[in-house]
């Protein structure tokens, strides 16, 4: 089983900038594909980049329009997203997510991600 814990959430002004960062409980990114998701009250969970930490591929869901950034981390079991410009529409619950194996490489259906970190709340003011 992994566990999956996000950082790097907070109150922030819209237009700064913010990295956050999981680290998954796998001594191995061999096999594993690491995801960013979010999700505000009322709705489904938006899926927003992929990285396979083994090969580099990284996919990114076309809401993203350029200001998301998904990277490997220091360490092979994690992963960071780097989000620029923000606006109040990308508050929201952010999670991170892996597939062990690497089965569906695309943010699309939250269904497929087999384990979830407990979330870090963005908040972004005007």
């Known amino acids: 089983q992994v566990q999956l814990v996000e950082s790097g959430g907070g109150s922030v002004q819209a237009g700064g900038s913010l990295r956050l960062s999981c680290i998954a409980t796998?001594?191995?990114?061999?096999?594993?594909?690491l995801g960013w998701f979010r999700q505000v009250p009322g709705k489904g969970r938006e899926g927003l980049a992929v990285?396979?930490?083994?090969?580099?591929?990284?996919m990114y869901d076309a809401s993203v329009k350029g200001r998301f950034t998904i990277s490997q981390g220091d360490a092979e079991n994690t992963t960071n997203l780097d989000i620029n410009t923000l606006l109040p529409d990308d508050s929201a619950m952010y999670y991170c997510?892996?597939?062990?194996?690497?089965?569906?490489?695309?943010?699309?259906?939250?269904?497929?991600?087999?384990?979830w970190g407990q979330g870090t709340q963005v908040t972004v003011s005007s």
């Open positions: 796998r001594n191995t990114r061999k096999g594993m594909c």
């Open positions: 997510a892996a597939q062990v194996p690497c089965r569906f490489f695309h943010p699309s259906d939250p269904a497929r991600w087999t384990y």
């Open positions: 990285i396979h930490p083994e090969f580099g591929s990284t």
